[in-house]
């Protein structure tokens, strides 16, 4: 089924070109989504629709049922829900209870709309999504570095895109070793198109993996302001985007004036600010319809089941547990961890002079260090 983008607007080259092609929704995919919003139901939904277009086995549905829920002992698993397909790019219910997190949590300037969110299961799946629907193979992203190693495995391995590596670590700098260096991004730039390279966008993660660097508004505005210059996306990796421990000092591209929506992708997930790696749970905002087709279809190979659905929304949805139990836990224990480490540092003489307090990582220099 068509989902009303003419080929016109295919020439368009904020997507890939091997997105341009074939990227029609089928019709179940299409209908599917349609129609499990609004399920009919005898007593509460008697208008809604009935699938006739699935193939699903329910004869032993209460069996199945009553095994799960003994198994899980969780009253959240005694409902027929988590049995069969979802909607695989999250459904409505948990898309709705991330919109209002992250309105929340990362200060968004706008209302975050459901229907720009969509869920895989982890961030790297969603990079490997997103090196697809942006990028063909061979193109390449700009990425400050150091940086968390595998983001290049995440866009290489299945998407066929590298990294152009832009270093941007100087530790003579007196003020701020790890500051956005425009001017670098911008000679890395032309110095990969001289090259004959096709850079498609930059990757930041913010705050970094391993540094602990958080950019600031300035930092992110001039990012933002040359990539749309340049016509490049903007992928925002804000995955530790929570773990500043309470101290702020971290800020989102979603809080800031947004010079090119369409090629800026905010990308977030539950496996490091809430320490849930084992869940797979990421997710990407973005605003562009052809971006949001071809990331849905993506979904349905690397879509979070439906159990683990409902338990990721029954977790955010808490916001008391969240902003009273788990938050203040979490980060007293994480100031404590930061005293504890620096002091075991300190005693052995290894100085962490490029590093920054309000994540979880130490920065340091270990080359002049010497265990007997
Ligand atoms: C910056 C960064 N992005 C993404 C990931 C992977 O996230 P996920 O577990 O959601 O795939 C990691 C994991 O270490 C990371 O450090």
Known sequence: MNLGISQMEFKNDLISKRSQVNSNIDFLTTNFIKVSANIYDPLTNPQGYINLGVSENKLCEDIMLKKIAEISGSPDFSSTDILYYCALHGTQQLRRTLSKFIEEHFKSKEKIDEEKIVCMDGVSAIMNALAFTLADPGDVFLCPTP???????????????????????????????????????????????HGGLNVRGVILVNPNNPTG?????????????????????????????????????????????????????FVWGLSKDFGLSGFRCGVV?????????????????????????????GLLSDTEWIDKVYFPAYYERAKAMYKLVKEVLDELSIQTPYSCRNTLFFWMDLSQVHFD
């Open 285 to 313: 905002y973005s605003h562009d319809i052809r971006i949001l087709a071809r990331l849905k279809q993506i979904a349905t190979f690397q879509a979070i089941p439906a159990p683990t659905q409902k338990l990721i929304n």
């Open 147 to 193: 940086v968390y190693n595998r983001i290049r495995n995440d866009m290489l391995e299945v998407g066929g895109v590298d990294i152009y590596e832009v270093p941007m670590f100087n530790k003579t700098s007196p003020d701020d070793p790890f500051k956005m260096r425009i001017d670098l991004l911008e000679s890395c730039l032309q110095k990969a198109r």
């Open 213 to 265: 660097k958080a950019y600031n508004p300035h930092e992110l505005q001039q990012l933002m302001t040359f990539c749309k210059r340049e016509e490049l996306h903007v992928i925002a990796d804000e995955i530790y985007a929570l773990t500043t421990q309470g101290q702020g000092g971290f800020t989102s591209v979603l809080s800031l004036s947004i010079p090119d929506p369409q090629r800026t992708h």
